[in-house]
Protein backbone atom coordinates (compact mmCIF):
# COMPACT_ATOMS: atom_id res chain seq x y z
CA UNK A 1 0.00 0.00 0.00
CA UNK A 2 0.94 2.99 -0.96
CA UNK A 3 0.86 5.64 1.88
CA UNK A 4 2.04 9.07 0.42
CA UNK A 5 3.50 10.38 -2.71
CA UNK A 6 6.05 13.00 -3.21
CA UNK A 7 7.16 15.09 -6.47
CA UNK A 8 9.99 17.08 -6.69
CA UNK A 9 11.30 19.37 -9.21
CA UNK A 10 14.67 21.71 -9.95
CA UNK A 11 14.46 25.06 -11.65
CA UNK A 12 18.43 24.79 -12.27
CA UNK A 13 20.04 22.14 -13.46
CA UNK A 14 23.24 20.68 -11.68
CA UNK A 15 20.88 21.53 -8.44
CA UNK A 16 22.31 18.91 -5.36
CA UNK A 17 19.38 18.05 -2.89
CA UNK A 18 19.87 17.09 0.24
CA UNK A 19 20.25 13.79 2.20
CA UNK A 20 17.24 11.66 3.44
CA UNK A 21 18.61 9.77 7.20
CA UNK A 22 15.41 7.99 8.34
CA UNK A 23 15.02 6.24 11.73
CA UNK A 24 12.83 3.42 12.85
CA UNK A 25 10.20 3.69 13.73
CA UNK A 26 9.42 6.46 11.35
CA UNK A 27 11.93 4.98 8.31
CA UNK A 28 9.94 4.33 5.41
CA UNK A 29 10.04 2.71 1.91
CA UNK A 30 11.01 4.77 -0.89
CA UNK A 31 10.40 4.16 -4.90
CA UNK A 32 12.34 6.65 -6.81
CA UNK A 33 12.11 7.22 -10.48
CA UNK A 34 13.11 10.36 -12.76
CA UNK A 35 10.36 11.49 -15.29
CA UNK A 36 11.87 14.26 -17.03
CA UNK A 37 15.10 14.81 -17.28
CA UNK A 38 18.10 12.71 -15.54
CA UNK A 39 19.32 12.35 -11.88
CA UNK A 40 21.87 10.45 -10.07
CA UNK A 41 20.82 8.90 -7.49
CA UNK A 42 22.92 7.97 -4.22
CA UNK A 43 22.14 5.08 -1.39
CA UNK A 44 24.71 4.58 1.44
CA UNK A 45 24.11 2.25 4.30
CA UNK A 46 24.44 4.23 7.56
CA UNK A 47 23.34 1.45 9.92
CA UNK A 48 26.57 0.64 12.22
CA UNK A 49 25.59 -2.96 12.56
CA UNK A 50 25.20 -3.58 8.93
CA UNK A 51 27.78 -5.93 7.26
CA UNK A 52 27.12 -3.51 4.74
CA UNK A 53 27.96 -0.06 6.85
CA UNK A 54 28.94 2.87 4.85
CA UNK A 55 28.97 0.58 1.39
CA UNK A 56 27.27 2.51 -1.48
CA UNK A 57 25.28 2.64 -4.69
CA UNK A 58 24.82 5.37 -7.29
CA UNK A 59 22.23 5.22 -10.41
CA UNK A 60 21.67 7.22 -13.12
CA UNK A 61 18.11 7.87 -13.39
CA UNK A 62 16.29 9.24 -16.51
CA UNK A 63 12.60 9.79 -18.28
CA UNK A 64 14.38 7.74 -21.10
CA UNK A 65 16.18 4.86 -19.16
CA UNK A 66 12.58 4.46 -16.92
CA UNK A 67 14.78 3.11 -14.41
CA UNK A 68 13.74 3.17 -10.82
CA UNK A 69 15.70 3.02 -7.66
CA UNK A 70 13.89 0.68 -4.70
CA UNK A 71 15.04 2.14 -0.86
CA UNK A 72 13.62 -0.28 1.32
Do not use: W
Not at 24 to 36: G, S, V, Y
Request: charged share 20%.
Amino acid sequence: TVAQCNLSFNYKKGTLRGMHYQVPPAAETKLIRCTKGAIYDVIIDMRPESPTFLQHFGVELTAENHRALYVP
